[in-house]
Structure formats: structure tokens, C-alpha cells
Nanobody, 115 residues
Framework: QVQLVESGGGLVRAGGSLRLSCAAS????????MGWYRQAPGKQRELVAT???????NYADSVKGRFTISRDNAKNTVHLQMNSLKPEDTAVYYC?????????WGKGTLVTVSS
């Protein structure tokens, strides 16, 4: 069974930074795309950023220039560096990964940005 576990969420003031991490564990043969999604209260889950196995990245317009996604293939981890945080970035952030051809999600980590 594959598991994704997020860490790094918390409370930060507007303008601050946080770094989220997600580690995949279990029987892993291959990991293709990895990414971060978020869900704010009362809203649908939305894409934040994705990164392919080759390192190509994609970002939501709302986070371009502020967030950076990266991955460590040797450690089966993906990270999200979040700078210049805004109150509207407040949400539960979920890690997603395509592992062994299947789609997996973490349980989420809460990011709260105070004004």
C-alpha cells in the first residue's frame, strides 16, 4: 500500500513563508507526476502546482512567482516553497502523486495565513 504524508503546514502572517513536504512510502516502483492541490473552506479543491518526473512544472496563475514546487526522486518526496503568502492562500493543502500507475492523495496539511 502506498501512502503520502504531508508536513510543514501551520499559521503564518501575510507576507511570510512556509515550506510543505510530502513523502511517499510503501512499495514503489515508479512515481510519475506529483503535485499540490488546496481546498479553502466552502470552495472546491484546486490545483496549486505539479511537477513531472522529468522536472517540468505547472502552476496556478494565483501562485506563479510566489510558490515553487520541487521533488527529490531519490527520496520520493515533493516540496512546495510558499513565499509572500496571502490570506487567500489559507486552505488545506493536499499532496497528490501518480505512483505505480495509480493516483494517491495525502490527508492534507492546514495552512493558515493571517492578515
Amino acid at each position: 500500500q502506498v501512502q503520502l504524508v504531508e508536513s510543514g503546514g501551520g499559521l503564518v502572517r501575510a507576507g511570510g513563508s512556509l515550506r510543505l513536504s510530502c513523502a511517499a512510502s510503501g512499495i514503489i516502483f515508479s512515481i510519475n507526476a506529483m503535485g499540490w492541490y488546496r481546498q479553502a473552506p466552502g470552495k472546491q479543491r484546486e490545483l496549486v502546482a505539479t511537477i513531472t518526473g522529468g522536472g517540468s512544472t505547472n502552476y496556478a496563475d494565483s501562485v506563479k512567482g510566489r510558490f515553487t514546487i520541487s521533488r527529490d526522486n531519490a527520496k520520493n518526496t515533493v516540496h512546495l516553497q510558499m513565499n509572500s503568502l496571502k490570506p487567500e492562500d489559507t486552505a488545506v493543502y493536499y499532496c497528490n502523486a501518480n505512483v505505480n500507475g495509480g493516483d494517491y492523495w495525502g490527508k492534507g496539511t492546514l495552512v493558515t495565513v493571517s492578515s
